[in-house]
């Protein structure tokens, strides 16, 4: 499968974006989809994840409460949806399909990166 993510940009503090991740091919449905996120000079870390019914999200603490991801199977999109957004939020995004979870090891494709800035 192919991922193509977009949506980024810059925002205010307090703002919002949302993200989506378009896949091609037809067993998108039959992955689990993550988020996860680069900052300039760290580890890539988790974001999100949602199983491949779209019934079950995982969030990392950092975002929880202010973010939704879903997805729409029809349209093999996932979306990530940012909102409060902190200047901490500033990175480069990625959407990943795999078994799921919360380390990048556990996705085997992944698309190719939004960058998100997020201004004081």
């Known amino acids: 499968v192919q991922l193509q993510a977009s949506g980024g940009g810059l925002a205010q503090a307090g703002g919002s974006l949302r993200l989506s991740c378009a896949a091609s091919g037809r067993t998108f449905s039959s992955y689990n989809m993550g988020w996860f996120r680069q900052a300039l000079g760290k580890e890539r870390e988790f974001v999100a994840t949602?199983?491949?019914?779209?019934?079950?999200?995982y969030y990392a603490d950092s975002v929880k409460g202010r973010s939704t991801i879903s997805r729409d199977n029809a349209k093999n999109t996932v979306y990530l949806e940012m909102n409060n957004l902190k200047p901490e939020d500033t990175a480069v995004y990625y959407c990943?399909?795999?078994?799921?979870?919360?380390?990048?090891?556990?996705?085997?494709?992944w698309g190719q990166g939004t960058q998100v800035t997020v201004s004081s």
């Open positions: 949602i199983n491949w019914t779209g019934r079950s999200t």
């Open positions: 990943a399909a795999g078994v799921g979870g919360t380390y990048p090891r556990q996705y085997d494709y």
